[in-house]
T-cell receptor, first 115, second 110 residues
Framework: DTGVSQNPRHKITKRGQNVTFRCDPI?????LYWYRQTLGQGPEFLTY????????KSRLLSDRFSAERPKGSFSTLEIQRTEQGDSAMYLC?????????????FGDGTRLSIL | EDQVTQSPEALRLQEGESSSLNCSYT??????LFWYRQDPGKGPEFLFT???AGEEKEKERLKATLTKKESFLHITAPKPEDSATYLC???????????FGEGTQLTVNP
């Protein structure tokens, strides 16, 4: 399978714990995006990388959230001191670097549940 | 701020009953309008990109059209396997993020 891969698929944790998700983009895609989706809503943009540089962050991305993309390959999204409101599906997408309007291809997400 | 509104929220069709989904948008400058399909528990699957008013794209039973204010996704003679949530998103000229609507949940009954 050469699509976007996200791990884990599901994460259950207690409020106040830290969690980290991983995203492996499609090979040779140098743009990588993180979105969050709650039930019945469309995905909401969180942040965007071009290669290893984080170029854009949404105001939704509070200080408790941090994303990295070392060496411009896989990316991690960490949430510190999780809260009930963080429960959502976290989606990763990637697109080629040739043209900003190339379609973004999504993984199947990590579903986070906060107890 | 970009805004995307999709209607209806939910649509039930009988197999073979054609219909259209609507996506109205407000954006300062449109770089592209994207349609995705999302099945339960899965990520959105890319369907079409439309770049300018008057453009049309087709794929099997789906046809997407674009005007300066809205896009339509026409479904011709749908089958039960077309049941899914259809998402519309816009990308403005100044950025790379997608702004999504809330989606239309389509159910096609056999």
């Amino acid at each position: 399978d050469t699509g976007v891969s996200q791990n884990p698929r599901h994460k259950i944790t207690k409020r106040g714990q830290n969690v980290t998700f991983r995203c492996d983009p499609i090979s040779e895609h140098n743009r990588l995006y993180w979105y969050r989706q709650t039930l019945g809503q469309g995905p909401e943009f969180l942040t965007y990388f071009q290669n290893e540089a984080q170029l854009e962050k949404s105001r939704l991305l509070s200080d408790r959230f941090s994303a990295e993309r070392p060496k411009g390959s896989f990316s991690t999204l960490e949430i510190q001191r999780t809260e009930q409101g963080d429960s959502a599906m976290y989606l990763c997408a990637s697109s080629p670097g040739t043209g900003a309007n190339q379609p973004q291809h999504f993984g199947d997400g990590t579903r986070l549940s906060i107890l | 701020e970009d805004q995307v509104t999709q209607s209806p929220e939910a649509l039930r069709l009988q197999e073979g009953e054609s219909s259209s989904l609507n996506c109205s948008y407000t954006v300062s400058g449109l770089r592209g309008l994207f349609w995705y399909r999302q099945d339960p528990g899965k990520g959105p699957e890319f369907l079409f990109t439309l770049y300018s008013a008057g453009e049309e794209k087709e794929k099997e039973r789906l046809k997407a059209t674009l005007t300066k204010k809205e896009s339509f996704l026409h479904i011709t003679a749908p089958k039960p396997e077309d049941s899914a949530t259809y998402l519309c998103a816009v990308q403005e000229t100044s950025g790379s993020r997608l702004t999504f609507g809330e989606g239309t949940q389509l159910t096609v009954n056999p």
